[in-house]
T-cell receptor
Framework: NAGVTQTPKFQVLKTGQSMTLQCAQD?????MSWYRQDPGMGLRLIHY???????DQGEVPNGYNVSRSTTEDFPLRLLSAAPSQTSVYFCASSFGQGEAFFGQGTRLTVV | GEDVEQSLFLSVREGDSSVINCTYT??????LYWYKQEPGAGLQLLTY?????DMKQDQRLTVLLNKKDKHLSLRIADTQTGDSAIYFCAVTGGYQKVTFGTGTKLQVIP
């Protein structure tokens, strides 16, 4: 039982490049979400999904896209990377309002 | 939307008690959580409390909830150097939406 798996762990992008952060969970959780963590700002919700085929915006969605074609996977796409998107990204999943399980994070640097 | 506030930093001596505080705005929050984040890692659930409880104790951890003041606290007894981490308060608001606080960095001085 792997829990929540995020890839890659580290990434450096040039301004304007696009990329996809991968997130997969094997717990059959219906709820998945993406957060970014910046110093002194806690975790801010980017996008979330309450089930396959259903996604919605969080607090800071601009510059990011998501899709949820299966229960297991919830990729986050950066359309055109900007230095302001330098951050640590966490994917999480949960069943209902229960405990959220987090991936190990992706440290992204945009130069 | 929900607003969750925490102080950013707390420093305590090894063996003392630590108290980390959190305030929130949504009085309808049903689940309130404390997560711990160690350096370079994701968050892990430490403990939680339901909104119909005032207190929950789990070994060295005590969670207190004051619903009237919308105040949540985490007390760690006999704080150890291994407790050094960032502690996040999190509350549930609308359907399955969880709002996290800014995190409190706990530094334990030997």
């Amino acid at each position: 039982n792997a829990g929540v798996t995020q890839t890659p762990k580290f990434q450096v992008l040039k301004t304007g490049q696009s990329m996809t952060l991968q997130c997969a969970q094997d717990m059959n959780h219906e709820y998945m979400s993406w957060y970014r963590q910046d110093p002194g700002m806690g975790l801010r919700l980017i996008h979330y999904s309450v089930g396959a085929g259903i996604t919605d915006q969080g607090e800071v969605p601009n510059g990011y896209n998501v899709s949820r074609s299966t229960t297991e996977d919830f990729p986050l796409r950066l359309l055109s990377a900007a230095p302001s998107q330098t951050s640590v990204y966490f994917c999480a999943s949960s069943f209902g309002q229960g405990e959220a399980f987090f991936g190990q994070g992706t440290r992204l640097t945009v130069v | 939307g929900e607003d969750v506030e925490q102080s950013l930093f707390l420093s305590v001596r090894e063996g003392d008690s630590s108290v980390i505080n959190c305030t929130y705005t949504d009085s309808s929050s049903t689940y309130l959580y404390w997560y711990k984040q160690e350096p370079g890692a994701g968050l892990q659930l430490l403990t939680y409390i339901f909104s119909n409880m005032d207190m929950k104790q789990d070994q060295r951890l005590t969670v207190l909830l004051n619903k009237k003041d919308k105040h949540l606290s985490l007390r760690i007894a006999d704080t150890q150097t291994g407790d050094s981490a960032i502690y996040f308060c999190a509350v549930t608001g609308g359907y399955q939406k969880v709002t996290f606080g800014t995190g409190t960095k706990l530094q334990v001085i030997p």
